[in-house]
């Protein structure tokens, strides 16, 4: 299929889908309707890029209109190829729990259009080969995603959600615009095949990949740009969060990695160490961040920061071993990249489908107001308890595969000649570890204290199962995590013609090997085999069973069971969110959070009740953002004034401006 036809496949159907969406929602079933519709195009689009990629061609089109003498360019090539079926796959997923999860929404006909035209943006910024219709469909891909956030906007919360959302995503386009201005350079060549061709100078190539990072870097929630993430991942509908935190973080990194590794060209010596520094940092404090959130949705949200920051160190990595000549290794860790950017969005839509299950059922996102879900909704509590063995990288599902991947790549760094990676490495080695354990306590906590334990409150008693469809799309993202996680190899060749693009050489096939065994680089450094670890598990517990049955007496003891010290069985002697996270809270967020509690207690003989409270600081918003955000308000009063001038002095004004203007051309020149 020419990338013509797919492309006006794709914008065609999810713009008529946008058009009829209002009118369907006249009928009972409207709604299910349209969203199993997007399913049918969002998996229509992905078998044809799977057809491309099968076939290992490269598929180009020029569209007659955009800029004037370059046209609408596009190209599915191997990397946009792999990042489209990421991203319609999840889009499958996403459309078949709305087809359920939809029926219930209170106004859908300020969703639907836009989720649409959201599924249309992200296809589009994939297959885009100029520079014009990249940061168009960004736009389209950014404005369509905040009609979504502030859907909802009798809240407030919503529309201060919107608001941040939109001024980030503003920031991040200008600095993708500046970005792209650098790398067409005086020519205005914004084809991305006239772009490969020039020969950038370090410095101009450099300011070109720091406004890159920049731009993508907001939009995927790269710290310290990942202050719009959470509050607007929350305030969107639980399908629609699903897509941005799982999915459209994956179009910002394949934003990044189009430019870092495809147009720039070899990259700088510093440009890997400062990537792999920043992820390390991103994974760490937002593990960290998650653990203190009570609102499972922010703590999802918070948890896609982390996973983002797993990603940058891949490709932190990769750009460090491409930079010192070392492109076996990189391909190790740009497939480590783009297999856990896979893997996330398939167990973050299972989680933030959970989520929205959890939240239909009981009318609420506070873990303290939760437990004991797992007696209402069975189904539900299996399929989030698989996402979240998934994402703590718990063998043997496929977040344990990437990341060790990402670890195995970290281990090949004692051979680079780099004093200063063989620092920053291991170092950010050891963020990763410790994210990871901080990962596995995120999701202890957020599956023991909303599916386990007594119900906290009347609507967590009152809970029911999702519907059949919900059901459907969880059981089959669950499915997914199980299969890449049993059979990786399997997935890692189908990377292979992405990670060639981008290092020039894949890994090895692993398709020939058997068992389905992993093997990066050689076996005497390292294999995987989840097959095998599969069938030991079951093996070993079925055993387990088996010997407690028939060597154990079967006498039965009746006793009172272990109340952990507090007799008083009321679900408020239970752990909170809060309690979970004290110790941990205690140890890294007084120095990271400037987190205090406060407790006040009453005098002897005082019947008063005590009271606890927990006092956390972001001090990223506080340092960076509140500063400049006070000073634009400085400015904005100051020159509040010139609004209400006369036409002599707005004159005046325009002058002085243009011949200061001329001035500095004049000296320029």
């Not at 509050?231 to 394949?254: C, I, N, Q």
């Not at 490709?315 to 783009?338: D, Q």
Request: aromatic share 12%; net charge positive.
């Amino acid at each position: 299929m020419n990338v013509a036809y797919h492309a006006g496949f794709i914008a065609g159907s999810f713009i008529l889908l946008a058009a009829i969406s209002v009118p369907l929602t006249r009928f009972r079933n409207g709604s299910s309707v349209l969203y199993a519709l997007a399913a049918v195009v969002s998996g229509l689009a992905m078998l044809s890029s799977m057809a491309a990629l099968s076939r290992g061609v490269s598929l180009q089109a020029v569209l007659p209109f955009g800029l004037p003498g370059t046209g609408m360019r596009l190209e599915l090539d191997a990397l946009s190829a792999v990042f489209s079926i990421i991203v319609n796959l999840a889009a499958i997923l996403a459309s078949i729990y709305a087809v359920g999860y939809g029926r219930f929404d209170p106004a859908p006909r300020r969703v639907l259009p836009f989720y649409c035209l959201f599924l249309l943006g992200m296809n589009l910024v994939l297959i885009a080969d100029d520079a014009f219709t990249f940061l168009l469909s960004w736009e389209f891909m950014s404005l369509s995603s905040w009609a979504l956030v502030v859907s909802r906007h009798e809240e407030k919360e919503n529309r201060d959600a919107g608001f941040l959302y939109l001024v980030m995503a503003s920031f991040g386009t200008l600095a993708l615009l500046f970005g792209f201005g650098i790398l067409a350079g005086e020519s205005g060549s914004y084809a991305f095949d006239l772009i490969r061709e020039r020969q950038l100078t370090p410095f101009a190539a450099s300011i070109a990949f720091l406004l890159v990072l920049i731009g993508t870097g907001s939009k995927a929630g790269l710290v310290p740009l990942h202050v719009w993430l959470p509050p607007a991942h929350a305030a969107a509908p639980s399908h629609v969060s699903a897509l941005m935190s799982g999915v459209m973080t994956k179009v910002a990194v394949y934003g990044f990695i189009r430019v870092a590794f495809d147009l720039l060209g070899s990259p700088a010596w510093w440009w890997g160490t400062l990537v792999l520094v920043l992820g390390g940092v991103t994974a760490l404090l937002g593990a960290l961040f998650a653990l203190m959130q009570d609102d499972l949705k922010k703590l999802l949200a918070y948890s896609s920061v982390e996973n983002i920051g797993i990603v940058f160190v891949g490709l932190g990595l990769a750009l460090a071993f491409e930079a010192n000549g070392m492109n076996a290794a990189a391909a190790i860790a740009a497939t480590a990249a783009i297999f856990h950017a896979f893997n996330h969005s398939l167990f973050k839509s299972l989680l933030f489908f959970g989520a929205g299950a959890v939240q239909h059922a009981t009318g609420t996102r506070d873990l303290g107001q939760l437990g004991a879900l797992i007696q209402k909704m069975p189904a539900t509590a299996v399929a989030f308890l698989i996402g979240s063995v998934a994402i703590s990288s718990l063998p043997p599902l496929n977040g344990f595969v990437s990341e060790w991947l990402t670890l195995q790549a970290i281990l090949l760094s004692p051979e680079l000649k780099d004093w200063g990676l063989k620092f920053a490495i291991p170092a950010t080695g050891a963020l990763l570890a410790l994210s990871a354990a901080l990962a596995g306590a995120v999701f202890v906590k957020a599956f023991g204290v909303g599916f386990l334990g007594r119900a906290r409150s009347h609507a967590a008693i009152e809970a029911h199962e999702t519907d059949r469809f919900s059901l459907a799309a969880m059981g089959a993202a669950a499915m997914l995590c199980v299969l890449a996680g049993i059979v990786p190899g399997l997935f890692v060749d189908g990377f292979a013609p992405a990670v060639a693009l981008m290092t020039g050489a894949p890994m090895p096939d692993q398709s020939r090997l058997p068992w389905f065994t992993l093997v990066p680089m050689d076996v005497n450094r390292g294999s995987y085999n989840g097959l095998l670890l599969l069938l030991f598990i079951l093996f070993t517990a079925y055993g387990a069973v088996i010997v407690i049955h028939q060597f154990v007496s079967n006498a039965i003891r009746r006793a009172p069971p272990w109340d952990c010290g507090y007799p008083d069985s009321r679900p408020q002697t239970q752990y909170t969110a809060s309690s979970f996270a004290q110790p941990i809270r205690r140890v890294y967020g007084t120095l990271l959070l400037r987190a205090r509690d406060f407790v006040t207690m009453p005098p002897p003989g005082h019947v008063r009740a005590a009271t606890f409270r927990v006092e956390m600081r972001d001090l990223i918003w506080e340092k960076l953002y509140l500063p400049v955000s006070g000073s634009v308000l400085y400015a904005a009063e100051k020159l509040h004034p010139l609004q209400f001038q006369t036409i002599r002095r707005y004159l005046s004004l325009v002058f002085g401006l243009l011949v200061f203007l001329l001035t500095v051309l004049a000296i320029w020149l």
